[in-house]
């Protein structure tokens, strides 16, 4: 009896249990990938009776929610004539029922340590977002996932500006900035980002991989589909917003690419009247020597950077028609009274909108 009480007396004290979490993850039509998702989720080194486990599914047509409900996850399907990821993030957040909420996408797989080390980092020194590094699932074996994945080179530990790829939030914090902007398609995290420094609140990345993420662009086909419907579409939303200093960058960005395209329009429009056909030839082949000048610098991963670009400049014309698409689709259509209507619904609209300020991804390139 007192050797054991002896060994229990020295013995380390034992860790407190981590804090109750919701993982919210958000889709549409996601049903191949949420298997692997929802199992990585409850593969992790977490507590699964300190786990709730939310899905908001945004308009699938592949039976996600059906899928998610077969894998004993609560699911909420988030109605909109504007679906966006800052929308869905929302409608988690509020549903949930802790204090700590960590967003993922459907197409994302989570690494099994990450919330362990995440956790820990939330609350100290004003610290209410964390996030971790993300792996491409397809970097390796496929040039077009490398070259998405180019915004996570370089990426180095400490305090960042926006977060990324979802994250872990302390859910007050959420709250108290409204949190996501519903209304646009990309950068909706560089505008919460800007929002929660604006009160003195840190977002911190740790050197822990978060987890796996796979765009599903295999094929030149698929890219320029991105192009046309994820960036051309936010381009044309983005116009249709009133200015704002948080949504200047990508107000500027959207009309840089107006002028462009009437610019590109006018040029080819007057080489065919006038028979400058040398001059048609040449515009190809002078596009990716400009490129390679403009984006010689800085060595390090100066081949990466230049086919980046240079496939993001080919893919302009997508972007355009993805612009023009959005704005015939909603054309004078009453959809704005709709979209307010619809966050209305879930439960408010988020106080500012965006900066469009985050890591440079395919469309912005000036």
């Known amino acids: 009896m007192e050797k054991q009480a002896h060994r229990s007396i020295g013995s380390p004290a034992l860790e407190a249990p981590p804090p109750p979490l919701s993982v919210v993850v958000i889709g549409r039509d996601e049903a191949q990938n949420l298997p ?4 990585s989720i409850r593969e992790m080194d977490y ?10 599914d945004t308009d699938s047509t592949d039976g996600s929610p059906e899928v998610a409900r077969s894998l004993g996850v609560t699911v909420y399907e988030e109605h909109s004539a504007f679906p966006s990821p800052g929308r869905a993030r929302n409608r988690g957040w509020r549903e949930a029922r802790c204090e700590l909420v960590h967003f993922i996408d459907g197409d994302m797989t989570i690494a099994p340590g990450y919330l362990r080390g995440a956790v820990r980092q939330l609350g100290r020194d004003s610290v209410v977002c ?8 397809y970097e390796r ?9 180019r915004d996570w080179d370089g990426k180095t530990p400490g305090d960042v500006d926006a977060p990324a790829a979802g994250g872990t939030f302390l859910t007050r914090a959420l709250r108290e ?12 995290e560089t505008d919460i980002g800007l929002r929660l420094r604006e009160r003195g609140y840190r977002i911190v990345l740790i050197d822990e991989v978060m987890g796996v993420h796979d765009y599903g662009v295999r094929t030149l086909a698929g890219l320029f589909r991105r192009f046309y419907g994820s960036i051309g579409y936010h381009f044309g939303r983005v116009l249709q917003l009133p200015p ?51 984006y010689w610098q800085p060595p390090a991963r100066r081949r990466k950077r230049i086919v980046y670009f240079l496939v993001e400049y080919l ?14 689709k909603h054309r004078a259509s009453g959809r704005s009274a709709g979209l307010v209507a619809a966050d209305d619904r879930a439960g408010g609209a988020p106080t500012g909108s965006n900066i469009g300020g985050e890591p440079r991804g395919l469309g912005t390139a000036e």
Request: charged share 20%; glycine share 8%; aromatic share 8%.
């Open 36 to 39: 692997a998702c929802i199992r």
């Open 47 to 56: 507590p699964q009776d300190r786990l709730e486990v939310v899905y908001v």
């Open 130 to 137: 964390v996030i971790g590094l993300l792996d491409e699932r």
């Open 141 to 149: 074996q496929n040039l077009l996932s490398r070259l998405l994945h």
């Open 177 to 188: 900035v409204g949190g996501y902007n519903p209304e646009i398609l990309r950068a909706e």
């Open 244 to 294: 704002s200093p948080s949504l200047a960058h990508e107000q500027r960005a959207a009309r840089r690419n107006v002028v462009e395209c009437a610019g590109a329009v006018v040029a080819l429009v007057l080489s065919v009247a006038l028979g400058w056909w040398r001059a048609l030839a040449l515009g190809p082949l002078a596009l990716p020597l400009y490129v390679a000048v403009k």
């Open 315 to 328: 893919g302009k014309p997508a972007i355009w028609a993805g612009m023009v698409g959005y704005w015939w």
